[in-house]
């Protein structure tokens, strides 16, 4: 004879899922050390990371039109080159952390942002130049260099635009 299926009740769909995370949690213990130790280093290095770049930009780095000198011997066109790699290698992962860190503790869309001055693509100058306009953005990147003792970033007062929320 064949047996009917018992319903199953909300109280046991509880039971069954904590008895299962808890099973995962003790099976899984190095992925979320490993996890954890991440999140925080990624933590440590925005926090020092972050304002350091910001400081180091000119106070006119959003104004200026002219981003690079003509370059005139073949010793500075390498040092260029390698510069240029390494510098889309540091964004690249810069931006994978500040990913990380939407779904982790950490300042993600700062991370990000700053990732973006670092990696060359088609559209970057009038993108950051969008974001800087925007009030929130622009205080913020001001607060952060008011604090490192460095003068403001300077944007056009028609460019700024209003936050939108």
Do not use: C
Request: proline fraction near 2%.
């Amino acid at each position: 004879m064949l047996k009917r299926k018992e319903k199953k009740t909300a109280d046991q769909f509880t039971v069954m899922n904590k008895e299962g995370l808890i099973y995962w949690i003790e099976t899984h213990k190095s992925i979320l050390v490993y996890s954890g130790l991440f999140s925080f280093v990624m933590i440590l290095l925005a926090a020092v990371s972050v304002p350091f770049i910001i400081n180091l930009l000119s106070p006119d780095y959003f104004i200026r039109e002219k981003r690079r000198s003509n370059l005139e011997t073949l010793t500075e066109y390498a040092f260029f080159s390698i510069s240029i790699i390494l510098k889309n290698i540091i964004g690249i992962f810069l931006f994978i952390s500040g990913f990380l860190m939407l779904f982790i503790p950490g300042q993600g869309l700062l991370t990000i942002f700053i990732s973006m001055l670092f990696i060359d693509f088609p559209g970057k100058w009038k993108l950051q130049k969008r974001i800087v306009r925007k009030k929130k953005i622009h205080r913020l990147l001001n607060w952060i260099r008011r604090k490192g003792g460095r003068e403001e970033f300077v944007i056009y007062e028609e460019d700024r635009e209003d936050d939108f929320y």
